[in-house]
Nanobody, 125 residues
Framework: QVTMVESGGGLVQTGGSLRLSCDTS????????LGWFRQRPGEERKFVAA????????NYADFVQGRFTISRDNAKNTVYLQMNSLKPEDTAVYFC??????????????????WGQGTQVTVSS
């Protein structure tokens, strides 16, 4: 079983920054791509960003392009999401996820095999 625990969410003003972290433990499968998703009330979970197994390549949703940066530290078994220039519409619960596949371009939540419990990000206007 792979366990994932997010941290770093909170309340921030428009234009502010937050850094989310996600610690992974357990190795029931070899982790490939790592990703971040978000979900707002009444909406489906949406892809935000993903990073390749070695961290050298990444993929972003259009709505965060240029504002968010995903990275991973495999020595620490941690994936990060640096969020800058936050907007009220970024308010959501953010989830980290791990995939058996190395395909970091697959934005479908079903491509991911393990999930964290989520962390709330609230951006005030």
């Amino acid at each position: 079983q792979v366990t994932m625990v997010e941290s770093g969410g909170g309340l921030v003003q428009t234009g502010g920054s937050l850094r989310l972290s996600c610690d992974t433990s357990g190795r029931s499968f070899q982790i490939g791509a790592l990703g971040w998703f978000r979900q707002r009330p009444g909406e489906e979970r949406k892809f935000v960003a993903a990073v390749s197994p070695r961290g050298g390549s990444s993929n972003y949703a259009d709505f965060v392009q240029g504002r968010f940066t995903i990275s991973r530290d495999n020595a620490k078994n941690t994936v990060y999401l640096q969020m800058n220039s936050l907007k009220p519409e970024d308010t959501a619960v953010y989830f980290c996820a791990a995939s058996r596949s190395s395909n970091y371009y697959n934005e479908n939540p079903r491509a991911y095999d393990a999930w964290g419990q989520g962390t709330q990000v609230t951006v005030s206007s």
